[in-house]
């Protein structure tokens, strides 16, 4: 069965250092997005992509962040200079529809990023 | 008003028994509400959904119950079994919407006991 990858599964950074997760979204979808979760509170949106760009962005996605997707395969997440507020678990995710309720959403396992 | 309430935080249930989890959302215009299933070192997998033209959603063991009026819906799990232990969130969003506006809760943690 088709699935997203991430990697890597866990990453530790010293605040201020620039991070990049890495994400392989299912081969035959066209939306992408990436969701954060810090430990013991929800899941919260960061971004969605489609057509190269960015479709949707939340008030969490700021100009720390950026997305990409520089290949036919990988969907990136880069965080300029990382904070301690920014440990969480990083989700990837992609679907065939970019609306709610028509396809689903299929999430990676995640990136755990610890920043110290 | 963007909120969706879930509760309890941790759950453990006998193997048989029934597994219920509880959320709540203030905003009405949502009109989709997903459950996705988390196993350790998995993400999130959509489980169950229902729209509030329905009272009651059920697949196999699975039931999801919604009370328009309070606002809440509910997750039911029937005949638990160890296999169904992982993280359960329940979301809410307006279908046909875009992805961004699914609103998670902060999911419960089930775990059956053989």
């Known amino acids: 069965e088709p699935e997203v990858t991430q990697t890597p599964s866990h990453q530790v950074t010293q605040m201020g250092q620039e991070v990049i997760l890495r994400c392989v979204p299912i081969?035959?979808?066209?939306?992408f997005y990436w969701y954060r979760q810090i430990l013991g509170q929800k899941v919260e949106f960061l971004v969605s992509f489609y057509n190269n760009e960015i479709s949707e962005k939340s008030e969490i996605f700021d100009d720390q962040f950026s997305v990409e997707r520089p290949d036919g395969s990988n969907f990136t997440l880069k965080i300029r200079s990382t904070k301690l507020e920014d440990s969480a678990m990083y989700f990837c995710?992609?679907?065939?529809?970019?609306?709610?309720?028509?396809?689903?959403?299929?999430f990676g396992p995640g990136t755990r990023l610890t920043v110290t | 008003q963007q909120q969706v309430k879930q509760s309890p935080q941790s759950l453990i249930v006998q193997k048989g028994g029934i597994s219920i989890i509880n959320c709540a959302y203030e905003?009405?215009?949502?009109?989709?509400f997903p459950w996705y299933q988390q196993f350790p070192g998995k993400g999130p997998a959509l489980l169950i959904a229902?729209?509030?033209?329905?009272s009651e959603k059920k697949e196999g063991r699975f039931t999801i119950s919604f009370n328009k009026s309070a606002k809440q819906f509910s997750l039911h799990i029937m005949d638990s079994q160890p296999g169904d232990s992982a993280t359960y969130f329940c979301a809410a969003s307006i279908r046909g919407g875009s992805q961004g506006n699914l609103i998670f809760g902060k999911g419960t943690k089930l775990s059956v006991k053989p």
């Open positions: 081969s035959n979808h066209l939306y």
């Open positions: 229902i729209r509030p033209d329905v």
């Open positions: 995710a992609s679907s065939e529809s970019g609306l709610v309720g028509e396809y689903e959403q299929y």
């Open positions: 905003n009405t215009a949502f009109d989709y």
